[in-house]
């Protein structure tokens, strides 16, 4: 994951002020959902006095399921175009380039209509087309199904000793989900709450205080860690792995190709070097035209190398992980 500026990219104005589509579908959501929590609020108190007087609650008064807003702001050309953009085209989660493979899925940070295991909140409703609140993402971060996943040991003794791959199968995915530290859920009437995601947001937090990746480079192995301080891995760092699956089997193989790689180019660097040096030391003219040009293959390999890590390249943040293992 890798830390994106927002402000880069100004909100499409289909999304700004009142007048625009983006307004307009709120205050027909702010209608729609005053009316549902006015409908649930006069359903719980009928609800109770029925069950005071000791008689069932008539089945026709449950609450609907169909009872969903039908948003379509925030998927417009122009927020997509703007999403790509920003993002060059790549998962916000996964920096998967999602572009050649599937038409974006605009994801929603806080989930629009509903939040996984907290049956009572309708879901982050007036944030449903609010700039800040949309990432690009790739299927397989955002939605939730069984996944192949890496057969993850409990120790990094134990990865390293058994770093091949196994299948397991696990549920992963964001879709609904969003978990908070505490209790502290802001909703319609208190949108200003202090509230601690678990999930880390790009554009909001630095992904680097909570997520590491792994290199080994004599063993490449693309997995990526929570952060430790003091002996505690970063809960925000563990539970976006989770969430958003990002050691499913897909990603750390795309991962460690990614690393082979460079381990190669690296190699061939060095080893280009060491002759070039030779060459550059000998008293033939013709050996020193041939180190000269054997520097330059390096510094064209070496500027290949820094280009993988360009923020629009995929997987650009473990290409920069790996360039700082380099200098330490
Ligand atoms: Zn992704």
């Not at 100004?10 to 009142?18: N, T």
């Not at 629009?112 to 944030?127: C, E, N, S, T, V």
């Not at 091949?164 to 009437?189: V, W, Y």
């Not at 080893?271 to 293959?297: H, V, W, Y």
Request: charged content about 25%; aromatic content about 8%.
């Amino acid at each position: 994951m890798r830390r994106v500026d927002r402000a880069l990219v100004s909100a499409p104005a289909v999304l700004v002020g009142a007048k625009s589509r983006g307004g307009k579908e709120l205050a027909k959501a702010t209608v729609f959902y005053k009316a549902q929590a006015e409908a649930n609020a006069a359903l719980k108190a009928e609800e109770a006095a029925a069950a005071a007087a000791g008689a069932a609650p008539a089945p026709t008064k449950k609450k609907k399921k169909e009872d969903s807003f039908d948003f379509s702001a925030y998927s417009d050309e122009a927020v997509k175009y703007a999403l790509d953009k920003l993002f060059f085209g790549k998962c916000a989660y996964c920096e998967s380039r999602y572009a050649n493979q599937a038409p974006v899925d605009v994801e929603h940070y806080r989930p629009k209509g509903r939040i996984a295991g907290d049956a009572d909140h309708p879901g982050y409703w007036w944030l449903a087309m609010v700039w800040e609140n949309l990432l690009p993402s790739c299927i397989d971060c955002n939605r939730r199904r069984w996944q192949d996943l890496p057969v993850i040991p409990t120790s990094l003794e134990q990865l390293l000793a058994a770093p091949e791959m196994q299948g397991a199968k696990a549920s992963l995915g964001k879709q609904d989900l969003f978990p908070i530290a505490g209790n502290a859920r802001a909703t319609a009437d208190a949108p200003g709450i202090d509230e601690q995601p678990d999930l880390i947001n790009p554009c909001v937090d630095n992904p680097d205080d909570h997520l590491v990746f792994h290199i080994d480079r004599k063993d490449p192995l693309g997995l990526v860690l929570p952060t430790f301080k003091e002996g505690t891995p970063s809960r925000r760092g563990l539970t976006s792995i989770h969430v958003y699956g990002l050691n499913r089997l897909g990603l750390v193989q795309e991962r460690t190709r990614v690393l082979r790689k460079l381990e190669f180019l690296s190699r061939l660097i060095d080893e280009i070097g060491e002759i070039s040096t030779d060459l550059l030391a000998s008293t033939s003219q013709k050996n020193k035209t041939m180190g000269a040009r054997l520097d330059l293959l390096v510094n064209q390999i070496l500027g290949e190398i820094r280009a993988m890590a360009d923020p629009d390249q995929p997987y650009s943040s473990l290409v920069n992980a790996w360039a700082q293992s380099l200098k330490s």
